[in-house]
């Protein structure tokens, strides 16, 4: 089940960039962490970039310095910044929030996105 909304994926040369978005239903109260995993084609899902709500950030080692990962807490929206990128960034990325609380009701507390295709090849 799509849960989050994503958008922003697509092809690049070596060195471009891109930018990831992603929203959450409006249903929501709060969110724990934000961020984004990604899985290469035979590789295991792995997480990129996350966002906790008082604002601190982690990065996998592969992508720092190259990628920044940004959220608006009032709107339920993360964002990914890929700047720098390189054939091995190529991969479905997944947004994700964890430690979700609805408004007035109780459901469930991860989410994920459905998935976007990043290329970067010449």
């Known amino acids: 089940q799509v849960q989050l909304v994503e958008s922003g994926g697509g092809t690049v040369q070596p060195g471009g960039s891109l930018r990831l978005f992603c929203a959450a239903p409006g249903n929501i109260w709060s969110i724990s962490v934000m961020g984004w995993y990604r899985q290469a084609s035979g590789n295991q899902r792995e997480l990129v970039a996350s966002m906790v709500d008082i604002g601190n950030t982690t990065y996998v080692g592969a992508v720092k310095g190259r990628f920044t990962v940004s959220r608006d807490n009032a709107k339920n929206t993360v964002t990914l910044q890929m700047d720098s990128l390189k054939p091995e960034d190529t991969a479905i990325y997944y947004c994700?929030?964890?430690?979700?609380?609805?408004?007035?009701?109780?459901?469930?507390?991860?989410?994920w996105g459905q998935g976007t295709q990043v290329t970067v090849s010449s």
């Open positions: 994700y929030a964890a430690g979700v609380r609805l408004r007035n009701t109780i459901g469930p507390s991860d989410y």
